[in-house]
């Protein structure tokens, strides 16, 4: 067997049997596990999903809110254990693939457009 092969197994392992449903410009609560010293928890980052890529057990997303005036940026794997749940909390049109366009801007002006079903 070809070691790619192989790597095409181990990868389909690790691979959660159900994904979340969300587009880029979706609001996401990502309920994150933390491990400190031999305690966990469970840590919400609430914020706008601006990027996702990647395919099979490497895709990611990453999810960008403001705090304090400060913009902050978290990736997270989608496939990981560390990530328990992703809520959808709205639906925002987006025009393109990556929102880095959001990162210039605060307050009002990063807000997208929303959905309605």
Known sequence: MLNA???????????????PQFTVGDTVKVHNR??????SRVQIFEGTVIKKQG???????????NSYGVGVEKTFPIHSPNVEKVEVIRSGKAR???LFF?????GKRSKLKEIVD
């Not at 933390?34 to 305690?39: L, P, S, V």
């Open 34 to 39: 933390i491990t400190e010293g031999d305690k």
């Open 96 to 98: 393109r693939a990556k």
């Open 102 to 106: 959001l990162r210039e801007r605060t």
């Open 5 to 19: 092969e192989i790597i095409k197994e181990l990868e389909k392992e690790q691979l959660k049997e159900e994904v």
């Open 55 to 65: 395919g099979s057990n490497r895709s990611t997303f990453t999810v960008r809110k």
